[in-house]
DNA sequence: GAAACTACATACCGCTTAGTACGTTGTAAA
DNA sequence: TTTACAACGTACTAAGCGGTATGTAGTTTC
């Protein structure tokens, strides 16, 4: 056991062991942390070795970075933001997310946190790169959520007075607390307190 | 240079050295992290070696746990659920506190976010003992809110049929996701999200 | 099909880490 | 003043870390 000799000749494509790394690396970051992970966990978990990860990145921190610029930052944003065109009023398609992708969710998919959040607890204030490139996606966010509330707004289910942009701010921000207080908590109740009190707000933003 | 001879005496107090230990502890964890703090980055802050940390805490771990649990946790009251005694409406003072405490703070002040937060993120989904503890810390953060908005219940300051536990829920969560949205952004915009979507929210609560 | 190059695999290195073994000095009791 | 112990200081270790040097096997080019 474990001796069997690989006699298949074995396939190359930079692409795809590139893909292969990162897809590892974001499970192993996503629950145990940038700095709480090696690199050599890291190959432990694809088909390569530590050879073919220094071939695709320099160093460490340069997985880290593209970690963010191609899985995460376009992860949170065909999460969060994408679904929401396909209601009328952006507002609801909101509240619906939260419940869907939140609310119906199981603990065990909730309690490592938010991949954004979680790096930018980690990262942002000790690596300057780190920082920058999740800045970007955190604002590739809110701007996402910005345009969704502007349709809201031409749509007439936001008064025409309500500062937009502070708006998006902010259903963002309760988005991260959530996630942040749940890795403690793991309460359902926390659920009900961003979903009941985000619905309270809103309709203080109609007409 | 550096071989002046220490000639004076050296008192021991076991009690002021674990004090000190927590206290550069502290500093180094809330800066850069738990993990990304080391034994003896935490000593060479002191006056003290090795010899005296592992004299005061039996690991690494022990430590974490006795700075959540005999500074972080006190802290976060005295900072966030104290000073609200003063004001008659505790709605009044948690939206002052926010001003005071976040808006007139330096940038500086702010980039590394919120001592409970920062380790929630970090530890709470990897380890059990600092889980417990956190979730401790929060919960009594939490409970102090509760008290604060039970009695803003019965000066009338909000209605009835609230559910303040929600609520209390929500604040707290809002002060976490803005402290992390914080780190990547240190945009003085996010604080106005806050602190004017709050005070919004409020409005939905009273009589 | 040989040459040239790319995409890896393997073995290794210097450094840092948490933790330990043991010596030494301050301190309180007798 | 001696004794006994507590409160450290110093030197060390084994393991893990990011990164590198070098060899080798697929792949492309001509």
Redesign the interface.
């Known amino acids: 056991m474990g001796n069997s000799k690989n006699t298949t000749k074995k396939i190359r494509d930079l692409k795809k062991s590139r893909q292969e790394i990162l897809d590892a690396a974001f499970w192993e970051v996503f629950?145990?942390?940038f700095?709480?992970v090696s690199v050599d966990d890291i190959v432990k978990k694809t088909t390569l070795t530590k050879g073919a990860f220094y071939h695709q990145f320099p160093t460490k921190m340069d997985l880290g970075y593209a970690l963010v610029d191609e899985v995460i930052k376009p992860m949170t944003y065909r999460r969060w933001i994408d679904p929401l065109q396909k209601y009328e009023n952006p507002l609801e398609g909101i509240l619906l997310l939260i419940k869907n992708l939140i609310g119906k969710a199981k603990p065990q998919e909730l309690?490592?946190?938010c991949p954004l959040?979680?790096l930018?607890?980690?990262m942002?204030?000790?690596d300057k790169g780190f920082?920058e490139r999740?800045?970007a996606s955190?604002?590739y966010w809110i701007d996402g959520m910005e345009q969704e509330l502007k349709r809201a707004k031409k749509s007439g289910y936001v008064r025409d007075d309500v500062?937009i942009?502070?708006?998006a701010?902010?259903v963002?921000?309760?988005?991260?607390?959530?996630y942040?207080?749940l890795?403690?908590?793991d309460d359902p109740?926390?659920f009900?307190?961003?979903y009941?009190?985000l619905k309270?707000?809103f309709?203080?933003l109609k007409p």
Do not use: C, W
């Open positions: 629950t145990r942390g700095q709480g309690r490592y946190g959040n979680n930018m607890q980690e942002a204030p000790i920082k999740l800045e955190l604002l500062n942009r502070q708006v701010h902010f963002v921000m309760t988005h991260e607390g959530f942040g207080m890795k403690a908590l109740k926390a009900n307190a961003l009941d009190s309270r707000y309709e203080t």
